[in-house]
């Protein structure tokens, strides 16, 4: 590969842009009429519009993504996270074209996009997984209460084609189930084009754990550890670190074995994560799914092992990837991320999109990796993720971690938009959160403390 088409925007699509000019390559950005002049379009080498603002009109359209890399010669094709990265139907229409897709196989995005079928494939591997129910369509809920009593309350009702935590609902007794279930099923029509939805066994208490794998594309695959991502508001993620704070290493163990298991049996190619569900109480485990893309949270894993994943996906793509063994990777540290997004914690997270009047970002933290696209003066767009920037904090252990990163964050400086920089701070500074007293139900459990935290939190030319 000579030329990379980036299938994305933002963030990601400039970290795949450097990715790929570490390694002599050229690439071709594509990007919306609300992106003109982005930071992607500029640092690429070719900058090629697809359409107008609203996502399924430019960077969902396939048709017009593939146009603009097969008229600028682009021999490869990389979808990073969100919107194409996951889509079989682009992989295999740029495959048709004579681009080279970075990523899996369609065979092991199908697999692993019908969540469903993935639990199937996991049972069979012999990783543990929450009892769950059959799938329902929108036009058969014949046996819905049968199969809520069989998996049991509380569930959540989730969306069989969806990611990220969208669509996804929480359940607590048969009053509201079919309602429940029926606006799920609206909402992943619309945001996955598959309204189907399953049951499955809501844990009250529970840790989200998952395990990055690298798969050769062969039937071997290593894991380069654990990222601990239960800091999260909606069922989707805000702060994520490795190594998880007090995880059993037996139970770390059997987790990877199952993750590598899994890539293995799936004959699974580039990077993939493989999620669990992990009851705090018992330190059981449970498969959740597997996502067949890079990260947001890559950068975690990248700054305990020093791996490049983006750039190992390329080479992988490329026929130029070292192998590496299991033994040969190695933890170095520990690494905390926190996901700065254009939103209002004070209104349920609300997106508060605007121009950035103010971006500042610190100046003489060591330690710290900020990705991001956008600069001063740029818009965050009411189409996309409000994501601004992530913030990377790299220390010898995860109290040095937590201190670069409260040193980072104090020194932002953001105006015209609302965002959850103090928020942020006041997390890090939160004490069972630095004494690593965490489950997916601590950002619901503390809002309150949380939120009178950040609004007494000093920042330099922040607003909380």
Known sequence: MKRILVANRGEIACRIIKAAHGLGMETVAVYSEADKGAKHTEIADIAVAVGPAPAQKSYLNVQAVLDAGAEHGADGVHPGYGFLSENTDFARAAEERGMTWIGPSTASIENMGDKNRARTIAEQCGVPVLPGSIRFSPDDLSKLEQEAARVGFPLLVKASGGGGGIGMKRVDSMDGLRATVTTTQ???????????????????????????????????????????????????????????????????????????????????????????????????????????????????????????????????????????????????????????????PAKNFMPSPGKLAKFVLPEGVDGVRIDTGVRAGDAISPFYDPMIAKFIASGSDRNQALEIMSAALSHLQIEGIKHNGAFLSALMQHPDFVAGRVDTGFVPREIKNLLAAASGTVHDGVSA
């Not at 009250?204 to 508001?233: K, M, N, W």
Request: charged fraction near 25%; include cysteine.
């Open 186 to 344: 609206e909402l992943a029509a619309k945001a996955f084009g598959d309204a189907g939805v399953y049951l499955e066994r809501y844990v009250p208490r529970a840790r989200h754990i998952e395990i990055q794998v690298f798969g050769y594309g062969d039937g071997t695959a290593v894991h380069l550890f654990e990222r601990e991502c239960s800091i999260q508001r909606r069922f989707q993620k805000i702060v994520e670190e490795s190594p998880a704070p007090g995880l059993p290493a037996d139970v770390l163990a059997r987790m990877e074995s199952a993750a590598v298991a899994l890539t293995e049996n799936q004959r699974y190619s580039g990077a993939g994560t493989v999620e669990f569900i992990v009851d705090a109480e018992t330190n059981e485990f449970f498969f959740l799914e597997m996502n067949t893309r890079i990260q947001v949270e890559h950068g975690v894993t990248e700054a305990i092992t020093g791996w490049d994943l983006v750039q190992a996906q390329i080479l992988l793509a490329a026929g130029r990837l070292k192998r590496l063994e299991q033994s040969a990777i190695r933890r170095r540290g520990a690494a905390i991320e926190c996901r700065l997004y254009a939103e209002n």
